[in-house]
């Protein structure tokens, strides 16, 4: 599944019904579409999703903006399952300003109610916190496992999550002297990929070495990938642009 991690610059509208209200966004921060055609708008200003046919028809809303442990805080990523189940990724902050005590991934039924909580990072056991940002920078459906991408310490580890049991696969790559931006998983190798802020678009080969796909000079940011294709955007231009 395509994500396109795409802030609308304007304020768009979808309509509830032919005939009733219309929804105004307020701080979008994520376009996410499914292979069902439907299409989900992170609204992180009213800390909510919005479920979407694809069309503009707006279908429901998962709320979040709930200090809980059973619902989302502040949603980053969403995924659709081949199941029709919707997984999110959320970050729920400390209290303290904008420091992260929790990232977590939630799993909806396909009409956005029933959260489960499948995976928790709980930051407060080793005491550093990160900033602002969460380290879970991707969220994708592979073989039906989730897949997705944690930066650490160290550099970024591709981890491999069974929905149904909450099993847990992960492959750490060290990557030092890297400040990363975005970063995604491969489906065909299952290493990462990513952007860093000297603008690269960079791949990891079968021996953890770094590999320069694209050195443009551009301001390379989000990324995302599906086989055989890297997608990215470039944040001066204001462009999505594709690698093959």
């Known amino acids: 599944v395509l994500l396109l991690a795409v802030c609308y610059l304007c304020r768009g509208q979808f309509t509830a019904s032919p005939f009733s209200t219309t929804y105004t966004f307020d701080g979008p921060s994520g376009v996410y579409p499914g292979a069902s055609g439907r299409v989900y708008v992170i609204d992180q200003g009213k800390t909510s999703v919005l479920i979407t ?4 028809t707006l279908l429901g809303t998962i709320p979040g903006g709930a200090d809980s442990d059973t619902h989302p805080y502040y949603a980053s990523l969403v995924e659709e399952g081949s199941d029709g189940s919707i997984y999110l990724a959320d970050v729920r902050y400390s209290g303290q300003g904008t420091r992260i005590s929790q990232e977590r991934i939630f799993r909806y039924d396909a009409s956005g109610e029933n959260p489960t909580c499948i995976y928790l990072l709980d930051y407060s056991e080793s005491g550093s916190y990160p900033m602002q940002y969460g380290n879970i920078q991707s969220l994708q459906e592979l073989d039906g496992r ?3 991408t944690l930066k650490t310490g160290e550099g970024l580890a591709v981890c491999s999550l069974d929905p149904d049991t909450g099993a847990l696969e992960r492959q750490d790559y060290p990557l030092p002297g890297q400040y990363f931006s975005d970063s995604a998983v491969d489906p065909e190798t299952l ?3 990513f952007t860093n802020r000297l603008g690269q678009v ?6 953890g070495q770094v590999q320069v796909y694209l050195d443009e000079g551009r301001t390379s940011w989000m990324l995302c990938t599906q086989p055989g294709e890297v997608y990215y955007t470039d944040m001066a231009a204001n462009e999505v642009l594709r690698y093959d």
Do not use: Q, S
């Open 53 to 56: 046919d694809g069309a503009g």
């Open 146 to 148: 989730l897949v997705f």
């Open 191 to 193: 290493r990462p990929v």
């Open 202 to 207: 960079c791949g990891v080969d079968a021996n």
